[in-house]
């Protein structure tokens, strides 16, 4: 079975600077997906970056990088430039080529953004 | 529609009741997917739609939940005889097809339940 682990509920940064989320997985499989969403109070999920397991490149998005470290099982999001808007929760998300599709998630890390 | 809808947005009911949410998916998208956010966790799976059939069942927590779709459109969560434990927010997710292991998930607002 595939678990996903946030090991961090809350973080808090200030407005310009940058902010680290970690997030770890379990998984046998060797072709998979990770993904980072982003869920504000409105609650609408919202699809920040993703990464192949595949490609040794991390994943870049504009301000949304992540350090993918495959035998780590480890996949952090990296947040540069911090906004107020960047306040949300965030899911670190595991979708393996076995599971038809279904998104394996961690409990969430909430970010706050400070001015 | 532009996204996925989802109906109502909020609904309270007493312990014991019946409830249907609705998930209204993209045009076009074979692949509908239902989680459940309870307060302060992440998204727990409940079942996999692949056009009107559901190869995954596997997350649906008790027989008091079924699901079904109607085509490769509207779907409807139904939880019989509601719980307290059912609180919660429940999201619908569709996307191209279910197989692409490539391929995005784009979800709806969610419904948020409150069982008195």
């Known amino acids: 079975a595939q678990t996903v682990t946030q090991s961090q509920p809350e973080m808090s940064v200030q407005e310009a600077e940058t902010v680290t989320l970690s997030c770890t997985y379990d998984?046998?499989?060797?072709?998979?997906?990770l993904f980072w969403y982003k869920q504000p109070p409105s609650r609408q999920m919202i699809l920040v970056i993703r990464?192949?397991?595949?490609?040794?490149q991390n994943a870049t998005e504009n301000r949304f990088s992540v350090n993918f470290q495959k035998a780590a099982k480890s996949f952090s999001l990296k947040i540069s430039d911090s906004q107020l808007g960047d306040t949300a929760m965030y899911f670190c998300?595991?979708?393996?080529?076995?599971?038809?599709?279904?998104?394996?998630f961690g409990r969430g890390t909430q970010l706050t953004v400070w001015p | 529609g532009a996204g996925v809808s989802q109906s109502p947005s909020n609904k309270v009911t007493e312990k014991g009741k019946d409830v249907e949410l609705r998930c209204d998916p993209i045009s076009g998208h074979t692949a509908l997917y239902w989680y459940r956010q309870r307060l302060g966790q992440g998204l727990e799976f409940l079942i996999y739609?692949?056009?009107?059939?559901?190869?995954?069942k596997s997350g649906l927590p008790s027989d008091r939940f079924s699901a079904e779709r109607t085509g490769e459109s509207v779907s409807t969560l139904t939880i019989q005889r509601t719980q307290q434990e059912d609180s919660a927010v429940y999201l619908c997710?569709?996307?191209?097809?279910?197989?692409?292991?490539?391929?995005?998930?784009?979800f709806g607002p969610g419904t948020r339940l409150t069982v008195l």
């Open positions: 998984t046998s499989e060797n072709n998979y997906y």
């Open positions: 990464q192949e397991a595949y490609k040794q």
């Open positions: 997710a569709s996307t191209v097809s279910g197989r692409g292991l490539y391929n995005e998930q784009f």
């Open positions: 998300a595991f979708k393996g080529g076995s599971t038809l599709g279904r998104l394996y």
């Open positions: 739609f692949q056009g009107n059939s559901a190869p995954d």
